[in-house]
């Protein structure tokens, strides 16, 4: 079970700190990444890390901008969210991958968080 938290409604060029904690089996030991969903927008990409967090990959547009990390003790997943921009505008969601693929391929994923609203007024 992955419960998403930390959204909310922030002017542009703010910082939003969103988390993922993960329970249940094998909680914490997955591959991780964050997604989201614009206003009439299909699911995006936005970022994911390897299990032990030494890897990490990020959307064209977040890089230099959001940075992924995990803390596998508390098994939870941070995106730290700098320089926000209203396109960043969108329902974030962190997902699994049970297989460990790596991939930015949201049909990899099979556990979903509930997603949390992120707004970036202009």
């Known amino acids: 079970q992955l419960q998403a938290s930390g959204g909310g409604l922030v002017q542009a060029g703010g910082s939003l700190r969103l988390s993922c904690a993960a329970s249940?089996?094998?909680?914490?030991?997955?591959?991780m990444a964050w997604f989201r969903q614009g206003p009439g927008k299909e699911r995006e990409f936005v970022s994911a890390?390897?299990?032990?967090?030494?890897?990490?990959d990020y959307a064209d547009s977040v890089k230099g901008r959001f940075t992924i990390s995990r803390d596998n003790a508390k098994n939870t997943v941070y995106l730290q969210m700098n320089s926000l921009k209203p396109e960043d505008t969108a329902v974030y969601y962190c997902?699994?991958?049970?297989?460990?693929?790596?991939?930015?391929?949201?049909?990899?994923?099979?556990?979903w968080g509930q997603g949390t609203q992120v707004t970036v007024s202009s």
């Open positions: 890390i390897s299990r032990s967090g030494g890897r990490t």
């Open positions: 997902a699994a991958d049970p297989y460990n693929r790596y991939s930015d391929d949201d049909a990899n994923y099979a556990y």
């Open positions: 249940g089996r094998g909680a914490g030991t997955n591959v």
